[in-house]
């Protein structure tokens, strides 16, 4: 069964403006974390933003925030005054909480974003 | 400089041939990772490792196999049992210790076999 589910397979956004990038989640586990990266076209995976399953706020690291939803299983990443650099693949992922899964991460299929100048 | 490397960061291979991708980290990380990701695709875990001398398989482990047989290095053989080895090859590595969240990604490997 699909463990993360990204709906918008591209989204485009006027520079300077907001952007929410969608993500839902299913996992029958208490203790679980979310995470979004971002792939620019060079291919590295870079590390924007976690969200663990107990806390209470919405995590947020300069100009992301995770909109966190625990009863949807939603977890959105909302940019703030995108920039050009932000052009760039999106992925949602979970960490599983099981100590004999080596706390796998499943990932999503990704949000293609564009900023348009 | 802290960080993983991988390399090369392109790898050509004629059908037929097995190929080690390597993958090093100085980052002292318990965990390590390989994924593998097709072209408008998310990463797909094909093996894990959580301790030396110990991996277990992912989602997509036929025709790969690995080693661990030192904490900062987990290459990984793509051997000319898969099917369709062209892809590219993402290394992570994640440290256990408490308030450690995030995995760490290498540069990636792209495969190109023909």
């Known amino acids: 069964a699909q463990k993360i589910t990204q709906t918008q397979p591209g989204m485009f956004v006027q520079e300077k403006e907001a952007v929410t990038l969608d993500c839902t989640y299913d996992?029958?586990?208490?203790?679980?974390?979310l995470f979004w990266y971002k792939q620019p076209s060079s291919g590295e995976m870079i590390f924007l933003i976690y969200?663990?399953?107990?806390?209470?706020q919405n995590a947020t690291e300069g100009r992301y925030s995770l909109n966190f939803q625990k009863a949807r299983k939603s977890a959105n990443l909302v940019i703030s005054a995108s920039q050009l650099g932000d052009s760039a693949m999106y992925f949602c992922a979970m960490r599983d909480a099981g100590l004999n899964t080596g706390n796998q991460f499943y990932f999503g299929t990704g949000t293609s974003l564009t900023v348009i100048p | 400089d802290g960080g993983i490397t991988q390399s090369p960061k392109y790898l050509f291979r004629k059908e037929g041939q097995n190929v080690t991708l390597s993958c090093e980290q100085n980052?002292?990380?318990?965990?390590m990772y390989w994924y593998r990701q097709d072209p408008g695709q998310g990463l797909r875990l094909i093996y894990y490792?959580?301790?030396?001398?110990?991996?277990q398989k992912g989602d997509i482990a036929e025709g790969y196999s690995v080693s661990r047989e030192k904490k900062e290095s987990f290459p990984l053989t793509v051997t000319s049992a898969q099917k369709n080895p062209t892809a590219f090859y993402l290394c992570a590595s994640k440290n256990f210790a408490a308030g450690a969240y995030e995995q760490y990604f290498g540069p990636g490997t792209r495969l190109t076999v023909t």
């Open positions: 969200q663990g399953s107990y806390d209470e």
């Open positions: 490792s959580q301790i030396v001398n110990d991996f």
């Open positions: 980052l002292n990380h318990d965990a």
């Open positions: 996992t029958s586990d208490q203790s679980y974390g």
